[in-house]
């Protein structure tokens, strides 16, 4: 089957950019959170096969960040970082409200849980604890 050809705007599946942006490591994950609702174009859920566009604004969700990008240039191929920083930009409101957040998260305390087994001589340690030595 050939395409049609004639005047078109170019478009890109939504996981390839987002992969080729670098958003994530590989297309499998980029699927895997647009099929969970962590990223949303316009506004709008979508489906990895969904077409973007030069000018749409995605919304990407990335653990207790949220970027709002609009999308400059189109590319299927991955690239380096530099190359892949120039096919968005982040809205500045979006800038704002990371820091927001990276500063609330920071401000938390860390908790730091020691989960590793006993080994023999801790357990005699705290054996003699217990009984009062």
């Known amino acids: 089957m050939k395409q049609k050809s004639g005047p078109s705007t170019p478009k890109v599946r939504i996981d390839k950019w987002l992969w080729a942006a670098r958003f994530f490591k590989t297309r499998q994950l980029a699927v895997k959170a647009l099929k969970t609702g962590k990223v949303s174009l316009n506004n709008q859920s ?3 096969a969904s077409v973007v566009k ?3 604004i995605l919304t990407v969700k990335r653990g207790y960040h949220e970027m709002q990008i609009e999308v400059l240039d189109l590319s299927e191929n991955r690239g380096p970082a530099p190359v892949a920083q120039q096919l968005y930009l982040e809205t500045e409101q979006s ?5 927001k ?8 305390p860390k908790i730091d849980f020691d989960l590793k087994k006993p080994n023999k001589r ?3 340690s705290h054996r003699a604890a217990k009984r009062g030595r």
Do not use: N
């Open 95 to 99: 800038k704002q409200e990371r820091e």
């Open 54 to 56: 030069v000018g749409d």
């Open 122 to 124: 801790d357990v005699r």
């Open 46 to 48: 979508c489906k990895p």
């Open 101 to 108: 957040v990276s500063k609330l998260v920071a401000a938390q």
